[in-house]
C-alpha cells in the first residue's frame, strides 16, 4: 500500500488485526528485513511495515540530512492516515534511534515500546566523522559499495545461515545512493537520547544478540539500567539482525510482548 503526504511516498504493509504494532527497519535497508516478523505477528495483532522515507518502494530522498525526527514524524503522519492513535514501536538499530525520536515526540502515541540491537547514545566525534567521510564517497563514486562491503559481514552471527547473509546483501546493494547519504547524514546528526530514557513510563522490551559486533549487548544492558521495568532479552547466538539471524527466538519475545499489551 501507498501512503502520500507532502510530497513524500510510502509504501507500506498493514496486515492482520488487534494491537497495532509498527515495524521500523534499519540502515541500509528496507520493510522487506521484517519479512519473519510480519508473517508470523499478523496472525496475533496488527502489524503495519513502512519503507522508511527513501528506501525500498518508497520515493527517493535528495541526498541531505533526513534526520531521525523527520522519519518519526513520517511514521506519526502514517499513523494518523490509519486513524491508529496508539501503536507498540519496534525499531532496530537505526529503526530504534527513530522510535526514541518518536518517543520524544510523540509520546502520547506509545503504548510499548521494542528497542532491538540499538542504542540511546549518539555519535562519537570520530564516528560522525566516519559517516560523514562515507557520503561523500558515496556522491563522488555514485555507489553504495563502501557501505555495503563494509557493514554486510558484521551484520549476522557466525553461524546465521548463507542464503540470510546472500539476502541481506542483496537488500543493501538495492538501497539508492541519495536516500543512503540522507541517512547517513541523519544518523551523524542525531542527539543523546540517554535522558529520556529515564522518562519512559510504558512498557518497554530491550532486544540484543550475544553475537552482535554493530551495537554490542552492553549498550541494551545500559538502556535496560535506565528504563524503569523494561525487559531484556539478549538472544544467544544471534547477530545484529537479530530478527533475520533467529527468528523464531525473536519472534517468540514479540509475541509474548504483544500479548501482555492486549
Ligand atoms: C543499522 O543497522 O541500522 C545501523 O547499523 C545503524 C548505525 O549505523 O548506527
Known sequence: ?????????????????GTPLLFIHGFPLDRSMWGPQVNALQ???????????????SNDTDGQAVTMETYADDMKALLDSLNVQQAVLCGLSMGGYIALAFVAKHVNR???????????????????????????????TGSTG????????????????????TFVRSLMSHQRSTTVTSALRGMAARPDRTPLLANIKFPTLIITGSADVVIPPSESEAMHKAIAHSTLINIPDAGHLANLDKPDAYNEALQAFVNQLA
Open 146 to 165: 563502501v557501505v555495503v562491503d563494509s557493514m554486510a559481514p558484521k551484520m549476522l552471527g557466525p553461524d546465521a545461515k548463507s542464503e540470510t547473509a
Open 110 to 140: 506509545v503504548k510499548g515500546l521494542i528497542l532491538s540491537n540499538t542504542k540511546a547514545g549518539a555519535d562519537t566525534d570520530a564516528g560522525r566523522q566516519g559517516r560523514l567521510d562515507t557520503s561523500i564517497k558515496i556522491e563522488q
Open 1 to 17: 500500500m501507498k501512503y502520500t503526504h507532502q510530497g513524500v511516498s510510502l509504501e507500506y504493509d498493514d496486515l492482520g488485526n
Open 43 to 57: 496472525k496475533v495483532c496488527r502489524v503495519i511495515a513502512p519503507d522508511l522515507r527513501g528506501f525500498g518502494q
